[in-house]
């Protein structure tokens, strides 16, 4: 049962260009939504997050944005740069710190 | 300085002997927490503590046991290991409940594979 779904296994975009990962939940309780980096051999690493409350969030190049009533989520990546190639792991709260994640979008930005 | 760190990083052994991966924090964090990464890439809650007190405790064997010594640290001890248990496993932390918004800090992961 993945509540959390990032249905695109991998994205190419081009350096300067948006990147914009897409991620799908079902669970309606959740309250809180995340958004992960993850290199090679590390540990998935914080990148920004969202309440359920709000729409959008924006912190410098990285946006997400929230559509409740369509259970959909993004991230907005503007300029991508060839340093943003990673693995983005979507994630949400239901509560009690139980974190959900999606299987990753891996992000390649080519200069 | 790691903020979280575990050992060790590769781990290979044998199917039904017992290991256990060791995980510290140095954030002052008070809630810790185990994740599986399977082959299918997803990160899977296995465990959480919040001042070395059980929280969450997924559908998982019970030859997986965690035990938290001190709010700094979190083990996992796995009995019997089994072909199924290969996978890369992360340590996480995070203070309290409620501040997710600052996320959770990984550790690097430990990959295990069980021959």
């Known amino acids: 049962d993945q509540q959390v779904k990032q249905n695109s296994p991998s994205l190419s975009v081009q350096e300067g260009r948006i990147s914009i990962l897409n991620c799908d939940y079902t669970?309606?309780?959740?309250?809180?939504f995340l958004w992960y980096k993850k290199y090679p051999a590390e540990g998935p690493t914080f990148l920004i997050s969202i309440s359920s409350i709000k729409d959008k969030n924006e912190d410098g190049r990285f946006t997400v944005f929230l559509n409740k009533s369509a259970k959909h989520l993004s991230l907005h990546i503007v300029p991508s740069q060839p340093g943003d190639s990673a693995v983005y792991f979507c994630a949400a709260r239901a509560g009690n710190n139980d974190m959900r994640f999606g299987a990753g979008t891996r992000l390649t930005v080519k200069p | 300085d790691t903020a979280v760190s575990q050992t060790p990083k590769y781990l290979v052994t044998q199917m039904g002997n017992d290991k256990s991966i060791k995980c510290e924090q140095n954030?002052?964090?008070?809630?810790m927490y185990w994740y599986k990464q399977d082959s299918k890439k997803f990160l899977k809650i296995m465990f959480s503590?919040?001042?070395?007190?059980?929280?969450i405790n997924e559908t998982v064997p019970n030859r997986f046991s965690p035990k938290s010594p001190d709010k700094a640290h979190l083990n996992l001890h796995i009995n019997s290991l089994e072909l199924g248990d290969s996978a890369v496993y992360f340590c996480?932390?995070?203070?309290?409940?409620?501040?997710?918004?600052?996320?959770?800090?990984f550790g690097s992961g430990t990959r295990l594979t069980v021959v």
């Open positions: 996480a932390s995070s203070q309290g409940f409620g501040e997710v918004n600052y996320g959770y800090t």
């Open positions: 503590y919040n001042n070395k007190e059980l929280i």
């Open positions: 954030l002052g964090h008070d809630t």
């Open positions: 669970n309606s309780m959740f309250d809180y």
